[in-house]
């Protein structure tokens, strides 16, 4: 097998990992592999609609930011953490207006409004296109540094040595390194509606916690209230930050009576919707009330019309959206296994607590893969591999058979571990489940559905029909090996 040996690896193609990989410093030799076999990075944060959350708006501050995020995250945000993100994360998106970044503006910078938000505060970049530019621009600054990009090759194996990570094998190349960092997203695609259109499905999160890497609150998987129904496509909530409204098909704007109305979090909203949808009512985004959809929205526009739908009334249905759970991480972004980072939505730091804040995850990325970054950086020398003990080390293996069911996995994540949750629907999906078979998704759904089956409550994005209060003691459910 071919070797390679890189101080830092960082497996992820979207903005956490390009984020981490400009960290890299001149005597530093730092490899950026992409878990598809994918040329260009177009990861979930490509994606990003909406926009990244940060208090730069005069009448904004980041104590302000700092309480939408711990009111969001429902008593389970970590307080050092979020501090961590809403100070650093202001710093940074001045340091990307002084490199150049083009914020839109209007008189400077136009900011808009998202769920959860006390403030404006929300910041977009050609319209609805901020994950395209962010990730983009990221990518040019990465192409400036001394990175080695692999952007064909499919993650085969971890390797560690008793409690260090040593290599990692993809295809037929062993890649040594002293320090790995896993920046490669989320496991939203476990359900069968998500908005996640890149590729990654949580393998790393099963190989991670095979290796021995503790993973936290796989059970907050946070649903998007609206995509365009039976398409997954995303309706950014900025269209309702803008004036747009959910109706159903009586005519009744049934967020009215609820408190934030249409901007309640988004834990409430996909939950209200997912109500009048098993009243077998149809839900619509009302956007008549926008102003210059086309130039606001220019990406949703235009899925709209390759559609032929009516902008003006959208029937919606909720989505899987984001992973909240993840690698366990601390506030260096390093997980319990020397020489291993994780950061972005493949990790868990408690900044979201039991729901994210809307925007809050651009931020993340941008803010804990720096961190990462720089923290592996300064990791010292792993002794290299003595190509004889190789078969000595313990091997964490990405495997499944071609024909493996996918599909049916993600209909039974969706009809038995969704929006609203109980101890019946939860058992019945994991007995089903477990007769599938044994892969790294099959085991990562298996301890999603654990985890929910546990937390005995409910909490932000965990709705529990069965145990619908809150419990005064807010904790996290840690899995180890
Ligand atoms: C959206 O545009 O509604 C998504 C933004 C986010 O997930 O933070």
Same mark, same amino acid.
Do not use: W
């Given at each position: 097998m071919e070797k390679e040996f890189f101080d830092s690896v960082i497996i992820g193609r979207g903005l956490a990992g390009l984020s981490s990989a400009i960290e890299s410093k001149e005597?530093?030799?730092?490899?950026?592999?992409?878990?598809? #076999?994918?040329?260009?990075?177009?990861?979930?944060?490509?994606?990003?609609?909406?926009?990244?959350?940060?208090?730069?708006?005069?009448?904004?501050?980041?104590?302000?930011?700092?309480?939408?995020?711990?009111?969001?995250?429902?008593?389970?945000?970590?307080? #050092?953490?979020?501090?961590?993100?809403?100070?650093?994360?202001?710093?940074?998106?001045?340091e990307l207006i002084d490199l150049g970044f083009e914020f839109d503006k209007e008189n400077g910078v136009s900011f808009g409004l998202e769920a959860g938000h006390s403030e404006k505060r929300i910041l977009h970049s050609k319209g609805d296109n901020i994950g395209r530019e962010l990730t983009s621009f990221y990518l040019k600054l990465a192409k400036e540094k001394n990175i080695h990009f692999f952007p064909e090759k499919k993650l085969n194996e971890l390797i560690i040595q008793k409690d260090s990570g040593k290599a990692v094998v993809f295809d037929d190349l062993l890649v040594e390194f002293n320090s790995l960092i896993f920046a490669s997203g989320g496991y939203s695609s476990l359900y069968s509606k998500n908005t996640n259109k890149g590729k990654t499905k949580g393998e790393v999160n099963s190989i991670a916690l095979k290796a021995g890497i503790e993973l936290m609150d796989l059970e907050f998987e946070q649903f998007h209230p609206t995509t365009i129904k039976e398409t997954n496509f995303l309706l950014s909530e900025t269209l309702r930050g803008e004036?747009?409204?959910?109706?159903?098909?009586?005519?009744?704007?049934?967020?009215? #009576?609820?408190?934030?109305?249409?901007?309640?979090?988004?834990?409430?909203?996909s939950v209200k919707v997912t109500e009048e949808i098993e009243k077998k009512r149809k839900v619509f985004l009302d956007c008549t009330k926008i102003k210059n959809f086309e130039e606001r929205f220019p990406s949703i526009y235009l899925k709209l019309k390759e559609? #032929?739908?009516?902008?003006?009334?959208?029937?919606?249905?909720?989505?899987?959206?984001?992973?909240?759970?993840?690698?366990?991480?601390?506030?260096?972004?390093?997980?319990?296994?020397?020489?291993?980072?994780?950061?972005?939505?493949?990790?868990?730091?408690?900044?979201?607590?039991?729901?994210?804040l809307a925007s809050n995850s651009l931020l993340e990325a941008v803010v804990f893969g720096s961190i990462a970054g720089k923290n592996a950086m300064q990791t010292k020398k792993n002794e290299k591999i003595k190509t004889e003990k190789i078969n000595e080390l313990i091997k964490t293996k990405n495997s499944f058979n071609s024909n493996f069911d996918f599909p049916l996995l993600q209909k039974l994540m969706w009809n038995y571990c969704g929006i609203k949750r109980n101890e019946n629907e939860l058992q019945k999906g994991l007995t089903k489940i477990k007769k599938m078979e044994k892969n790294n998704y099959t085991f990562l759904a298996e301890k999603i559905i654990e985890s929910a089956l546990n937390r005995k409550e409910t909490r932000g994005t965990h709705f529990r029909t069965d145990f619908s209060e809150i419990k005064e003691k807010a904790e996290h459910t840690v899995i180890r090996k």
């Open positions: 005597n530093k030799n730092t490899a950026l592999f992409f878990l598809e #076999k994918e040329k260009e990075p177009k990861a979930n944060s490509f994606n990003a609609q909406g926009g990244i959350a940060a208090a730069i708006n005069s009448n904004d501050s980041v104590e302000k930011h700092f309480n939408d995020t711990i009111k969001a995250g429902a008593g389970l945000c970590n307080q #050092k953490i979020v501090k961590i993100l809403v100070e650093k994360g202001k710093e940074k998106i001045l004036g747009a409204f959910l109706v159903n098909d009586l005519n009744e704007k049934f967020m009215e #009576k609820i408190s934030g109305k249409d901007l309640a979090t988004r834990d409430v909203v559609m #032929k739908l009516n902008p003006e009334l959208i029937e919606i249905e909720p989505a899987a959206h984001y992973s909240i759970g993840g690698i366990k991480i601390d506030l260096n972004s390093r997980t319990n296994l020397k020489n291993v980072f994780a950061a972005g939505e493949c990790s868990c730091s408690g900044v979201h607590g039991a729901n994210r």
